[in-house]
């Protein structure tokens, strides 16, 4: 089943403007994790954040965790045509094993030039 | 996509016939999995091996089998494909970056078409 679920499912904005995209899961967590995808290839890492941290960056990348609403997001900054990819939300299950992880269904963004 | 390669990658078989797909690591990970990625679906884990001949079902493992016999093979059988699996199967690997992480790294994947 399902544990994150990405909001909004598809996303356009233009070159330069801030992206935002929600992920929210149902069950207690270790970490949650974001992945790109972009047209074609495998899936991406760009970030981990754990359950007792409440956000973390990586260049114009910035994650919130709110794990009282069992919630994340992720934020590109002054974003670029490169960028266009599947976003994907993955989170590793405090009940579950450590070496596991279930993925949402993903956010497509789009930026326009 | 470098230390994973998937083969083929891309396949059209008929209904009823035995597919393998093979994932082929050169790191010597001992974690890999195998996923399938439908639209509205996402990526949902079909079976995951913790270590040569140690695998385990993942949520969607009906009508699939794994096989693992070195630590950088990792197989994945259809022994009779069904059109429902049509799809396309990515295989990964947990690279652990982080010393309590489970970040994994994917392949390129195989899109396989069963008429």
């Known amino acids: 089943s399902q544990q994150g679920e990405e909001d909004p499912q598809a996303l356009s904005i233009q070159e330069g403007e801030n992206a935002t995209m929600n992920c929210s899961y149902k069950t207690s967590i270790n970490n949650l994790q974001w992945y790109r995808q972009n047209s074609g290839r495998g899936l991406v890492h760009l970030i981990l954040?754990?359950?007792?941290?409440r956000e973390k960056h990586s260049g114009r990348l910035r994650v919130t965790l709110d794990t009282s609403k069992k919630s994340s997001s992720l934020l590109i900054t002054a974003s670029r045509a490169a960028d266009t990819a599947s976003y994907f939300c993955a989170t590793n299950d405090s009940g579950g094993s450590n070496y596991k992880l279930t993925f949402g269904k993903g956010t497509l963004l789009t930026v326009n030039p | 996509d470098a230390g994973i390669t998937q083969s083929p990658r891309h396949k059209v078989t008929e209904t009823g016939t035995p597919v393998t797909l093979r994932c082929h690591q050169t790191e010597n990970h001992r974690y890999m999995y195998w996923y399938r990625q439908d639209p509205g679906h996402g990526l949902r884990l079909i079976h995951y091996?913790?270590?040569?001949?140690?695998?385990d079902k993942g949520e969607v493992s009906d009508g699939y089998s794994v096989s693992r016999s070195k630590t950088e093979d990792f197989l994945l059988t259809l022994e009779s494909a069904t059109s429902s699996q049509t799809s396309v199967y990515f295989c990964?690997?947990?690279?652990?970056?982080?010393?309590?992480?489970?970040?994994?790294?994917f392949g390129p994947g195989t899109r396989l078409t069963v008429l």
């Open positions: 990964a690997i947990r690279t652990g970056i982080s010393a309590l992480g489970n970040e994994q790294f």
């Open positions: 091996s913790y270590g040569v001949k140690d695998t």
């Open positions: 954040i754990r359950s007792n941290e």
